[in-house]
């Protein structure tokens, strides 16, 4: 049985996770930020190995700003750089800051990563901002590894797997809807101010080299089947073959959409209206 990742290993997430998703997330979180100015504290929720830490260090350290790296899991603190002079384990949830005392948040797939995500973490960084204070997220959006989903779905039907076909099924709804992330944000108090959507690529030439990437195996089937740590060989020389199958003249494509979202604490806190209305 093949073991998929879950992203507490600092390796895999600086081989696999990195290069494919957040490195372009980063790109795209880093462009959105809004300017930042002295004596502000800037905040970096959910650091990792430290992709955008380095980056937004120097970006506090030039306007004159304070920063600090949040990352929940101690092994993938060790990794954040030491650029950031102040680097926190703490759960998004949990923040352990005051009410009201951070302006910016920056946070690269790190909120909402899943359509039906607990919105405490949102909740978390709405209580710490300052009004007015500006949260910067990116996220994974529908779409993302659907031709991928497709055909894995095909080939679990054909070798009987239909726990692992319902997962697959399951894990492709999960990811985030635009407007369900927009109607999060207002859910949570915040008042949305634009979106952004790229979608970034990952070409195989044929079956066997889409099934022997470290990404896919590791990465990318963990992120469509969350309720499944394994899976079978047959599932996958049944997926390399229907890439050859279907895609016998072309290279397949992994399709990642991702998404950044600009938001900010209203001035004046507005609460959402009850929904039905």
Same mark, same amino acid.
């Given at each position: 049985?093949?073991?998929?990742?879950?992203?507490?290993?600092?390796?895999?997430?600086?081989?696999?996770?990195?290069?494919?998703?957040?490195?372009? @997330?980063?790109?795209?979180?880093?462009? *959105?930020?809004?300017?930042?100015?002295? +004596?502000?504290? =800037? #905040? $970096?929720? /959910? &650091?990792?190995?430290?992709?955008?830490?380095?980056?937004?260090?120097?970006?506090?350290?030039?306007?004159?700003?304070?920063?600090?790296?949040?990352?929940?899991?101690?092994?993938?603190?060790?990794?954040?750089?030491?650029?950031?002079?102040?680097?926190?384990?703490?759960?998004?949830?949990?923040?352990?800051?005051?009410?009201?005392?951070?302006?910016?948040?920056?946070?690269?797939?790190?909120?909402?990563?899943?359509?039906?995500?607990?919105?405490?973490?949102?909740?978390?960084?709405?209580?710490?901002?300052?009004?007015?204070?500006?949260?910067?997220?990116?996220?994974?959006?529908?779409?993302?590894?659907?031709?991928?989903?497709?055909?894995?779905?095909?080939?679990?039907?054909? @070798?009987?797997?239909?726990?692992?076909? *319902?997962?697959?099924?399951?894990?492709? +709804?999960?990811? =985030? #809807? $635009?407007? /369900? &992330?927009?109607?999060?944000?207002?859910?949570?108090?915040?008042?949305?101010?634009?979106?952004?959507?790229?979608?970034?690529?990952?070409?195989?030439?044929?079956?066997?080299?889409?099934?022997?990437?470290?990404?896919?195996?590791?990465?990318?089937?963990?992120?469509?089947?969350?309720?499944?740590?394994?899976?079978?060989?047959?599932?996958?020389?049944?997926?390399?073959?229907?890439?050859?199958?279907?895609?016998?003249?072309?290279?397949?494509?992994?399709?990642?959409?991702?998404?950044?979202?600009?938001?900010?604490?209203?001035?004046?806190?507005?609460?959402?209206?009850?929904?039905?209305?």
């Amino acid at each position: 049985m093949t073991r998929v990742g879950l992203f507490n290993d600092p390796d895999q997430v600086a081989e696999d996770l990195v290069p494919a998703v957040l490195a372009p @997330a980063g790109e795209m979180l880093m462009d *959105a930020l809004p300017p930042f100015a002295a +004596d502000q504290l =800037v #905040v $970096e929720l /959910g &650091a990792r190995v430290g992709l955008c830490t380095g980056p937004l260090a120097v970006r506090a350290h030039k306007a004159g700003a304070r920063f600090v790296a949040v990352e929940q899991q101690r092994k993938l603190l060790a990794h954040v750089p030491r650029a950031a002079p102040l680097r926190i384990q703490a759960k998004l949830e949990q923040l352990p800051f005051a009410s009201e005392s951070v302006d910016h948040i920056a946070a690269n797939c790190a909120l909402l990563t899943r359509e039906s995500s607990s919105r405490r973490a949102l909740a978390s960084a709405f209580r710490v901002l300052k009004p007015g204070g500006s949260l910067t997220m990116t996220t994974l959006l529908e779409g993302s590894f659907e031709e991928l989903c497709d055909l894995l779905v095909e080939a679990c039907e054909q @070798a009987s797997l239909f726990d692992l076909q *319902a997962a697959v099924l399951d894990g492709r +709804d999960e990811f =985030v #809807v $635009e407007q /369900g &992330a927009v109607d999060a944000l207002f859910e949570t108090g915040f008042r949305h101010l634009s979106t952004g959507v790229a979608e970034h690529a990952v070409l195989f030439p044929d079956g066997p080299a889409l099934i022997a990437d470290t990404f896919v195996r590791r990465t990318a089937l963990a992120l469509v089947m969350r309720a499944h740590t394994t899976l079978p060989p047959e599932a996958l020389a049944r997926l390399s073959r229907a890439v050859d199958s279907y895609f016998e003249d072309t290279d397949f494509v992994v399709r990642i959409r991702l998404g950044v979202f600009r938001a900010e604490r209203p001035a004046q806190d507005v609460l959402a209206p009850p929904k039905g209305m």
